[in-house]
């Protein structure tokens, strides 16, 4: 409720046709109120008895870059994972969320309004609905509220402008919804996936010393294109305000090379078996040779004991039909000036669009990229 009532006075108001959207937003949280109190203090029971020898797996890379894709395969084995009702009622995860679950994933969107994917009661999802739900830290504030897209983006991606005690706040909820994550698991490693945590690397490797991070990078030309529809998306299906204002070809434009000047900058300082790098078009290649060398290079057991969960998985999901944009020399070229130094790093030196037709993602998957 305080992250509720906070953003939507700190938001700027909320427009007539949204009206219904916040006051049933507000409804609902009150009538959640006691059973989310409750909640509290059997979280605080429980993690005193948690094991936290399991550091946890960050899957990273820019949206829409192959990290949903990576994530549905890799969550097939035994690792704890962001389920649809942690990501949507986070503070109710163990109690009135498990206690309804039947009913609430029958109110579960049928697919994502991103890119038309299926969403499944298993479906893993990223933290960061998660954590808007929970503190003022997150770029879906900004999405939210478009009125102050600038800012929150700002803040809820690179954190500029938060001071000492905003980040040690997003720290300590992270944290803590990691817990509940752990004991909704049964103490298995927890398996994260979120772009937002390409540029803090640093952090968590300092929150975390023992985590292990896995990036994921894709043609910047198809980065970019798949972007655009995004944003468009997203503000389409959340926005609580106008929204025609946001120039989000400068958006996708500027962010890219923050994030992964800031992944170069952190990755340096981590250990050779705490980090490992692939490609999307090598995984969609070879998905089982990838997530192999995910496992040999991150030094963690179990490949061979889910290799048949994993080859199930893939299977499944062959066939699958991406999303089609159009391309056109400008958008060669544009993308060529501002990302230029990461179309060489990767090989991309030539951006050319994907072929129609082919999988970008899979058929389980959460709000927020592909």
């Not at 820019?62 to 084995?77: D, E, F, P, Q, V």
């Amino acid at each position: 409720m305080g992250t509720l009532l906070g953003m939507l006075m700190a938001g700027g108001g909320v427009s007539t046709r949204r009206l219904p959207q916040a006051a049933m937003a507000v409804g609902a949280t009150l009538a959640r109120l006691p059973f989310y109190s409750c909640e509290k203090l059997y979280v605080a029971h429980k993690k005193r008895r948690l094991d936290r020898s399991k550091p946890p797996i960050f899957i990273l890379g820019h949206w829409r870059s192959g990290t949903t894709h990576l994530y549905n395969i890799m969550s097939k084995a035994d690792f704890g994972y962001v389920p649809p009702l942690a990501a949507g009622l986070p503070w109710d995860l163990l109690g009135l969320a498990s206690l309804l679950r039947p009913l609430l994933e029958k109110t579960l969107p049928s697919d994502r309004f991103i890119d038309k994917i299926p969403v499944l009661p298993d479906s893993p999802q990223e933290d960061e609905v998660a954590i808007a739900n929970m503190c003022p830290l997150s770029f879906y504030h900004g999405l939210y509220f478009p009125k102050r897209f600038a800012e929150f983006f700002e803040r809820g991606v690179f954190l500029e402008g938060c001071t000492a005690q905003q980040i040690q706040d997003w720290q300590r909820t992270f944290t803590y919804f990691l817990d509940k994550l752990s004991i909704h698991h049964a103490g298995r490693q927890i398996l994260v996936k979120n772009p937002v945590y390409t540029a803090r690397v640093g952090m968590l490797h300092s929150m975390f010393p023992d985590a292990k991070f896995i990036h994921i990078y894709r043609n910047p030309v198809n980065v970019f294109l798949s972007m655009r529809n995004f944003y468009h998306r997203l503000f389409e299906e959340l926005a609580l305000q106008p929204y025609d204002h946001v120039p989000i070809d400068d958006v996708i434009l500027a962010t890219y090379p923050r994030m992964m000047d800031a992944l170069l900058r952190d990755q340096e300082s981590l250990p050779a078996n705490q980090f490992v790098e692939l490609s999307y078009e090598d995984l969609k290649e070879d998905p089982l040779g990838q997530v192999e060398r995910v496992y040999d290079d991150l030094e963690l057991t179990g490949f061979t004991t889910h290799r048949e969960r994993f080859e199930a998985y893939v299977e499944g999901v062959r066939g699958y039909r991406t999303n089609r944009y159009a391309t056109s020399p400008d958008v060669a070229g544009t993308v060529r000036k501002h990302w230029g130094p990461f179309l060489k790093r990767w090989g991309y030196e030539e951006p050319s669009p994907e072929p129609p037709g082919r999988a970008e993602t899979t058929s389980a998957a959460g709000i927020g990229d592909g």
